[in-house]
């Protein structure tokens, strides 16, 4: 028999298939028809747009002044050498946002992206050709490699690097293709419910999963700027008149939490002084604290996990609206 229906019907079931470090499936459903690609289509522009990558951004070539130069012994014009560096992707291994690396070479060598490793950085892309020199040549050269997402032209890099580098146009995009599929399927008795199924390919400095986990968190750390004009839903309070218990464990102060100096001086610079705040924060959010590396990071995850509020999980609306109110009490 049919019913009317006053809520969109929601979704329950989630599916993961890893084939491969860089290649991934993850198809959700059952969704009503129409709303497997109101989800898909932004999902994919987020993970296209805001993943996080590793990018060269200049580079310093002893012996070159500009872009158009050319090295005795090299092969290679100045120009061809920056796109090939262009094309090898880097990882840096630290919690450092950006970091440079120094290299020296002497011929005769064909120089690739696996000779550029070291302490600071990796390299996902070891085969690719850098350069090719010969008996006579000596390369020296440093690199700034950055992390970020997006694209940036070297223009704008030139503002921010010395006179002495020449600047290179960064894509920190780590994600290669996403490719998503809306399928019909069968609930009940009803054949127009929607499976989305989506195909996710990365260059090797994240991995498929990661990026998809990302974007999700961005899309609702987007969403959550209009809870401040839609508070769609109140706590509860006691007859005591007691403020719900999550919210007084939400109130403590960060420099209680006993992290390390690092961790809390990054925190205390991003203006961040009670639990709550941080925890309102998505993971993307938190991990794109200024100076928070990944030790740090992972540190304060382990916190909130011990503490009981996984920084993947979101606290339920009626906490989230009553907790906004009494930080801004708190930091009034």
């Known amino acids: 028999m049919k019913k009317f229906a006053d809520t969109p019907f929601l979704p329950t079931e989630v599916e993961i298939e890893a084939i491969s470090d860089t290649q991934a499936k993850v198809t959700a459903y059952p969704f009503e028809s129409g709303f497997a690609i109101t989800l898909a289509h932004p999902l994919r522009r987020l993970l296209l747009s805001s993943s996080v990558g590793y990018a060269p951004i200049a580079v310093k070539i002893e012996g070159a002044s500009h872009e158009f130069d050319s090295l005795r012994g090299m092969l290679e014009d100045i120009a061809i050498f920056i796109i090939n560096l262009k094309n090898i992707k880097f990882k840096i291994t630290s919690d450092e946002e950006q970091v440079v690396a120094e290299y020296s070479f002497d011929g005769p060598k064909e120089i690739k992206g696996a000779d550029l490793a070291n302490a600071d950085v990796e390299i996902v892309s070891p085969d690719v050709h850098l350069a090719t020199i010969n008996s006579d040549c000596n390369l020296t050269f440093s690199v700034i490699i950055q992390k970020g997402i997006g694209y940036m032209p070297s223009e704008d890099i030139r503002e921010i690097v010395s006179n002495d580098y020449i600047p290179i146009d960064a894509f920190f ?160």
């Open 173 to 332: 995009t780590p994600v290669k293709k996403v490719v998503y599929n809306i399928e019909k399927m069968l609930v009940e008795d009803n054949p127009n419910y929607e499976k989305a199924v989506f195909d996710i390919q990365t260059n090797g400095q994240i991995s498929p999963i990661d990026a998809f986990k990302e974007s999700v968190s961005v899309m609702y750390s987007q969403m959550s700027v209009f809870n401040k004009v839609f508070d769609l839903s109140e706590v509860t309070v006691s007859e005591s008149g007691e403020e719900p218990t999550e919210l007084k464990d939400l109130v403590v102060k960060i420099e209680d939490l006993n992290l390390s100096a690092r961790s809390f001086n990054s925190l205390d610079r991003s203006g961040l002084k009670f639990l709550g705040e941080l925890v309102l924060m998505s993971e993307v959010e938190v991990k794109n604290i200024k100076n928070l590396g990944k030790k740090s990071f992972d540190e304060i995850a382990e916190k909130l996990e011990s503490l009981g509020f996984p920084i993947e999980e979101t606290l339920p609306e009626n906490i989230a609206s009553a907790l906004r109110r009494k930080l801004e009490q708190l930091k009034a």
